[in-house]
């Protein structure tokens, strides 16, 4: 039986902080319930999301941004493949990243996102779970930062007009050619600050414990699954862990169907330089804590890593 926190953001942060902080030092992972993102919302989302996937193929990959490191619009079925990883995923995506006013300083880290224009309310629907899921990754972030003893609004500032991501995910149902060894997302860490995970109640994330065991996660209808990404434990110097995790293949009549799902990868700015906290470094261990790397240089490493960029 996995033990990691299934907490409710309804309750004061300060009441929920450690529990949540230590699940994620253990596991990486915790459970998030009561987060405030509205069930009408997420099922419309949903409802757009099943809709654009089920468009002709030729008209989908129109929205593939060849060079873009498929960092908005759609990357086709067996594009992404994960790090040290043989064959490539079994799945297909689409994403929505920060829509800047024009000018802005950050403007050359983040392209214009792309719409589907034959979806009615795509835009709308995603705009608003994009601003729905950074208020509930803010509210997150602060109780990490109440567990770090840091000032419960530090991470406010790194986040800000942050390169985050949210992916709309299908995975087909198993296709019978499909090359040996592959799953719907081989073991990966994500590169992130934090990811907030919408759809993993239907069976298939795991993640890697400390003892390299696989162990189910399984988030009740309608929770989060939350966990830890690269640079957040970069900057924790490995206080709080990225674990490693994965989505296998279901058997039985879930092999027949399509699953899908709706991660937020959020991120620190493109500027933000993630240099471990002072109080996650003990004495012995300034020499081996990692050297300071902006958001954006450290991303785009891990993008070429999984040959997305």
Known sequence: MIDIASVSLARPLEDLADELGQS?????????RDHGISQDLIDRAEE?????????????????IPGGGGARGYTPFGTEQAKDAEVFDLKEFWHVGRTLPEGHELA??????????EIDGFEQTFEELYS?????????????????????????????????????LRYPPLPEDAPDGAIRAAAHGDIN??????GAEEAGLELLSRKG????????PGALAVNIGDMLERLTNGRLR?????????????????????????????????????????PDEEESASAPITAHEFLMQRLREIKLA
């Not at 994620?24 to 998030?32: H, K, L, N, S, W």
């Not at 065991?213 to 009740?220: A, T």
């Not at 991660?263 to 240099?275: A, G, Q, S």
Request: hydrophobic letters at 45%.
């Open 108 to 117: 050359e880290f983040m392209a214009p996102n792309v719409w589907p224009h």
């Open 24 to 32: 994620f030092a253990e596991y990486g992972f915790a459970v998030v």
């Open 48 to 64: 757009k999301a099943k809709a654009f996937f089920a468009l002709p193929e030729d008209t989908k990959r129109a929205y593939h």
């Open 193 to 198: 600050t934090i990811t907030l995970l919408l």
């Open 242 to 282: 990225s674990t490693t995790h994965r989505v296998v293949n279901p058997s039985g009549d879930a092999a027949r169907r399509a699953r899908y799902s709706m991660p937020f990868f959020l991120h620190f700015r493109p500027d933000f330089v993630i240099e471990p906290l002072a109080a996650c470094v003990s």
């Open 213 to 220: 065991e696989w162990l189910p996660v399984s988030p009740p």
């Open 132 to 168: 729905a899921f950074e208020e509930t990754g803010a509210r997150i972030l602060e109780a990490i930062a109440i567990h770090l003893g840091l000032e419960r609004n530090y991470f406010a500032a790194t986040v800000e007009d942050g390169n985050s991501v949210m992916r709309l």
